[in-house]
């Protein structure tokens, strides 16, 4: 019933991989410290990839911040449904170059798996949305509007301001968020759920200025000293986050995720000892979870015999749905604060905030994409929760409260999105891309 979309996707896949290699090789990183330039070029060549393609009204999207969106748009059917489908073409900084087995900005294709930073993370969500409509010919069923966002990464600051300035141009039944992923490398998955987070810069004082190791310790504390007990102070004996007035809730047993899994996945190491209590998949969705992101302290090859009078620490919280924002981060404040051992300074320089999301499963997008799933991959597909956090998901739910929303994806557990080293499967792209173009004609017989 649905070979010719088969068909279609497969005979297209050498020019989707290209498509692929070409935006890994943009260095369309948003984050701060990095030239917003190479953002918008990325956007600027999206503009004229999909224009090329016979889209129409393909333009970027300004906001304050410089990083621009990419929308443009194709005609359906008169009546047909309109289907927003979103990914971003930012990526995370490279991180260490030694730690990568290939240039990270330079697609290399091996073993099934196309290697380079946004691979998985987003760019193979840009690719799998051009594919699926592509597949379609000049029989698209459904209307189309393309919206590549270009600052994900950090933080979609500007997203809200972009929804304003053109609500004039958005008009969805249906949202697709192509920024998710699959089980595994053959069960695909919906998010239903994903954590918020909120987090902080602080900076701890002990000293005016760094006095002489030997004649004053034992006497006043270091900076680094205070901080190290500050920080372990946000979790219990058990790993548990210790920041009280949080929620934090058990999932049952409708899902399990096994501990060798988790293991593999995170490259633990052979004797480390998970942290938290309850089952994991409650760890990973439905609790909170602190992480100390970075430490600010001279390095060791430049340690000298001094007490550092002052050290800075990045601290970041995922919150789990049900939690309200503004109250978990006056909590992790609170906390800090209180807990700032011998009487040291504490300055919060910087806070984030982002809200936690659950999505419906009782509508016809869910029912459109689990059949077409089913069409192409061996396994059933799982509603899972997400223990990382895409917060304007609600500010999409906000502003159009009518369109069913649906977050799916390309990347698997392997492939190392954020990290070095990150990387897609071929086959996983090339079935999320059938899938989807399957969903849009039963979407459409079924809206």
Do not use: C
Not at 348 to 368: H, I, K, P, Q, R
Not at 371 to 382: I, K, L, Q, S, T
């Amino acid at each position: 019933m649905y070979d010719d979309l088969k068909a279609a996707v497969e005979a297209d896949m050498p020019r989707l991989k290209s498509i692929l290699s070409t935006l890994i090789e943009k260095k369309s990183v948003s984050a701060d410290g990095f030239d917003p330039a190479a953002v918008r070029s990325a956007g600027l060549d999206l503009v004229e990839m999909v224009d090329g393609y016979g889209f129409e009204n393909a333009q970027l999207l300004e906001s304050s911040t410089g990083h621009p969106a990419v929308f443009a748009e194709r005609k359906g059917p008169e009546g047909a449904p309109t289907v927003l489908l979103y990914a971003h073409y930012d990526v995370q900084p490279p991180g260490p170059a030694d730690e990568w087995e290939t240039p990270p900005f330079k697609p290399v294709e091996k073993d099934g798996r196309i290697y380079g930073r946004g691979s998985a993370d987003d760019k193979a969500g840009v690719v799998m949305h051009l594919g699926a409509i592509a597949a379609h010919g000049d029989d698209l069923p459904v209307n189309v509007q393309l919206f590549f966002e270009g600052e994900e990464e950090a933080g979609s600051g500007g997203l809200a301001e972009i929804l304003d300035k053109y609500s004039d141009l958005l008009s969805p039944d249906v949202i697709i968020i192509g920024d998710g992923g699959i089980w595994d490398l053959d069960t695909p998955a919906i998010i239903t759920s994903l954590r918020g987070i909120v987090g902080v810069k602080v900076e701890l004082r002990a000293l005016h200025s760094a006095v002489h190791s030997g004649q004053a310790g034992g006497v006043v504390p270091d900076a680094l000293m205070a901080l190290s007990r500050l920080l372990a102070s946000l979790h219990d004996d058990d790993g548990n986050v210790a920041i009280e007035g949080l929620v934090s809730e058990e999932i049952g047993e409708s899902i399990d995720v096994p501990e060798e899994l988790v293991r593999r996945e995170t490259n633990a190491i052979d004797d480390l000892h998970l942290i938290g209590t309850g089952s994991l998949p409650s760890r990973i969705w439905t609790r909170p979870a602190v992480s100390i992101l970075a430490i600010d302290a001279p390095p060791v090859a430049e340690a000298i015999n001094q007490l550092v009078p002052v050290a800075r620490a990045k601290v970041s919280m995922r919150i789990p749905p049900g939690q309200d924002t503004e109250a978990a981060l006056s909590a992790l404040k609170k906390h800090l604060t209180d807990n700032a051992p011998w009487g040291v300074s504490l300055d919060f320089y910087y806070e984030e905030g982002g809200d936690a999301t659950t999505l419906g499963t009782d509508n016809v997008a869910v029912e459109s994409w689990r059949d077409a799933f089913g069409e192409v991959f061996p396994n059933e597909m799982v509603a899972m929760g997400a223990g990382g956090s895409i917060p304007f998901i609600a500010t999409f739910k906000e502003l159009y409260p009518e369109a069913s929303i649906l977050v799916t994806g390309v990347s698997d557990p392997t492939s190392a999105y954020h990290a070095p080293n990150e990387n897609v499967g071929v086959e996983q792209l090339k079935n999320a891309t059938i899938s989807e173009a399957i969903a849009f004609r039963m979407l459409a017989e079924r809206f």
